[in-house]
């Protein structure tokens, strides 16, 4: 049960756009579509952001947008807004019928 | 609304037990899988377990099986996570969050500190 890869910070300025990556193998993310992304702002319950790769729950954005490549699931936000400040997690399910999470992303708006 | 409010958190000796609980409201509890997951303080988050909505499959993380056992009770829209042989890297906060393939709704936490 090793953490997913995600870098541990990554920037951008208001009304660009970001992504960030989530690492794993072919018994998490590359072998199911059971990829997920969690939002956490400081202090606060994280919250779904993108489920089941790139599938958005009632309410999010649609600056908010996920995909897979092999091993490789990727969150894109478009159009930075300052309340995109956040640490971002992925998760996936895995080949133990366990779940993985990244290891976190800071998201900085400049 | 839809909630999740964990409960039964606080300061524990290393070695001893603690159960958490979870209660459910705003939605049907009993069709949906459940997980706990935690944070320590300053990292990232943890998947420790999952059950299924009936409660037949339970799954573990490596770092606590044996040590801690999910359950839910449907009739008091309740889950709960029985934790024995504390140890100081249990030290987290602890959420319980519904759903199976995504965890949709997330409780609030509530802090476990393992400390002589």
């Known amino acids: 049960q090793s953490a997913l890869t995600q870098p541990a910070s990554v920037s951008g300025s208001p009304g660009q756009s970001i992504t960030i990556s989530c690492t794993g193998t072919?018994?998490?993310?590359?072998?199911?579509?059971?990829v997920s992304w969690y939002q956490q702002h400081p202090g606060k319950a994280p919250k779904l952001m993108i489920y089941?790769?790139?599938n958005r729950p009632s309410g999010v954005s649609n600056r908010f947008s996920g995909s897979k490549s092999g091993n490789t699931a990727s969150l894109t936000i478009s159009g930075l807004q300052a309340e995109d400040e956040a640490d971002y997690y992925c998760?996936?399910?895995?080949?133990?019928?366990?779940?993985?999470f990244g290891g976190g992303t800071k998201l900085t708006v400049l | 609304q839809v909630q999740l409010v964990e409960s039964g958190g606080g300061v524990v000796q290393p070695g001893r037990s603690l159960r958490l609980s979870c209660a459910a409201s705003?939605?049907?509890?009993?069709?949906?899988?459940m997980h706990w997951v935690r944070q320590a303080p300053g990292k990232g988050l943890e998947w420790v377990a999952v059950?299924?909505?009936?409660?037949?499959?339970?799954y573990y993380a490596d770092s606590v099986k044996g040590r801690f056992t999910i359950s839910r009770d449907n009739s008091k829209n309740t889950l709960y996570l029985q934790m024995n042989s504390l140890r100081a890297e249990d030290t987290a906060v602890y959420y319980c969050?519904?759903?199976?393939?995504?965890?949709?709704?997330w409780g609030q936490g509530t802090m476990v500190t393992v400390s002589s």
């Open positions: 072919s018994s998490d993310v590359g072998g199911y579509n059971y």
């Open positions: 998760s996936s399910y895995t080949s133990s019928s366990s779940w993985v």
């Open positions: 089941e790769v790139s």
């Open positions: 969050a519904s759903g199976y393939t995504a965890m949709v709704i």
């Open positions: 705003g939605f049907t509890f009993s069709s949906y899988g």
């Open positions: 059950i299924w909505y009936d409660g037949s499959n339970k």
